[in-house]
Structures are given as C-alpha cells and as structure tokens.
C-alpha cells in the first residue's frame, strides 16, 4: 500500500539557520502531495501541497517540489524562526476515490534564538 | 468562518469502559474523517464519511469502534469496549473539496 517515510527528529537548529526535512513515499498512480504542521497545543493545520510532478507548494518561507524521478517532496526553508518551532507531518493523497491522506511519522523541529 | 469543533478534549477511562467522542465539520463540508494519532506516529484513517454515508472504514477495528454521522453533519466515534493499546489522539477533520483537509483541535484518551 501507499506508505510516506520521513527523517527522523528531533531536528535542532539555531534561529535564521537553514532548514531540510526529507520525505520520500510509495504510491501507485499520481498521488498530491501535502506538508502539514502542528503546533504544540494546537491541532494539524495544512502548510503546502502539490498536486502533480515539478510542481511547487509554498507558504510561509516553506517550500517543497514534487519530485516524480526520486518519488520525494523535501521541505525546506531558507531561515527559520523560533515560532517555526513544531511537528511537520508529510503526507499523500491517493488520485483515486475520495483522497485519503496517508501521513509520515512527523518531524519535531526545536528552534533555538 | 468556524473550524472544526471536537470534544471532549480529554478522557481518561479505565480498559474495558466505553468512550465516545463527537465532532462537529465545517458548515457545508460534505466530507468528514476521524483518524487515530497513537503518541509517536502519524495519524491514521479510521474512517471516512460523505454526507451520512461511509466511503471508507477499511482500518476501523469494526468489533469495538463504531461511527456515525446523523443527517450529515455531527458525527460521533465510540469506543466499547477499550484497551489500552487505544491511547491516542482522536482527530476529526472535513473537506468540501479534494485536498484540503480542515483538522480539530483532536480528543485525548488515556485507558488505564
């Protein structure tokens, strides 16, 4: 079945540094691919998406490609904020039926000032 | 615009008890999911309504949970009875169109 894989955390980074977080997954078809974060408290909220091969999701400073050759979608961002401080969950959707979202582990990103 | 309203947030019940959870979707929103988040990993598709009908439940463990969703809005997750491998976090989300899934704030539960 459709599985993402996502690096394991916690990521521990410096404020303004630069951020990678990696995702790879397994589908058959054309799955949309999708970046979504939690904050401490709060509930998954939808970051980015891309809905097909060479496409780029962004939002916030965010960024992630769809990248079809290496079935992976990277977030990354250029300098990150202690408010950047969460769990980033990658996931896909199947392009069939009625789009179940199959979710990585998570990645906890510690941002320090 | 509301978002997703879920509650309660936490619960702590002993094995054996029965729980249910209630969610109420965006207004209009057609779609409704409940997913499970065990303490760790990503969450998981329990089940999917559209409108008050069931389009997938394949990772339901149909012989202690149960959902519904009357008229096609609320919709309620109930557990009968729990174990203790049933600690999580219980999300509800909806859509009205492809891709974008609204999440709530999720329900908490501890078996003891």
């Known amino acids: 079945g459709d599985s993402v894989t996502q690096m394991e955390g916690p990521v521990t980074l410096s404020e303004e540094a630069f951020l990678t977080i990696n995702c790879t997954y397994t589908a058959t078809g054309y799955p949309s691919l999708f970046w979504y974060v939690q904050y401490p408290g709060e509930g998954l909220q939808l970051l980015l998406k891309?809905?097909?091969?060479?496409d780029k999701g962004s939002n916030k400073g965010f960024e992630a490609t769809y990248r079809k050759e290496t079935t992976s979608f990277h977030l990354e961002k250029g300098s990150v904020q202690v408010s950047d401080s969460a769990v980033y969950f990658c996931?896909?959707?199947?392009?069939?039926?009625?789009?179940?979202?199959?979710f990585g582990t998570g990645t906890r990103l510690l941002v320090s000032p | 615009e509301a978002g997703v309203a879920q509650s309660p947030r936490y619960k702590i019940i002993e094995k054996r008890q029965s729980v249910a959870f209630w969610c109420n979707p965006i207004?209009?929103?057609?779609?409704l999911y409940w997913y499970q988040q065990i303490l760790g990993q990503g969450p998981k598709l329990l089940i999917q309504f559209q409108n008050n009908g069931v389009v997938d439940d394949s990772q339901l463990p149909k012989d202690r949970f149960s959902a519904e969703r009357l008229k096609g809005v609320d919709s309620t997750l109930k557990i009968q009875p729990a174990k203790l491998e049933d600690s999580a976090v219980y999300l509800c989300?909806?859509?009205?169109?492809?891709?974008?899934?609204?999440f709530g704030p999720g329900t908490r539960l501890t078996v003891t």
């Open positions: 891309a809905t097909k091969a060479d």
């Open positions: 989300a909806s859509s009205s169109q492809a891709y974008e899934q609204y």
């Open positions: 996931a896909l959707s199947d392009s069939t039926g009625f789009q179940k979202l199959v």
């Open positions: 207004s209009g929103h057609a779609t």
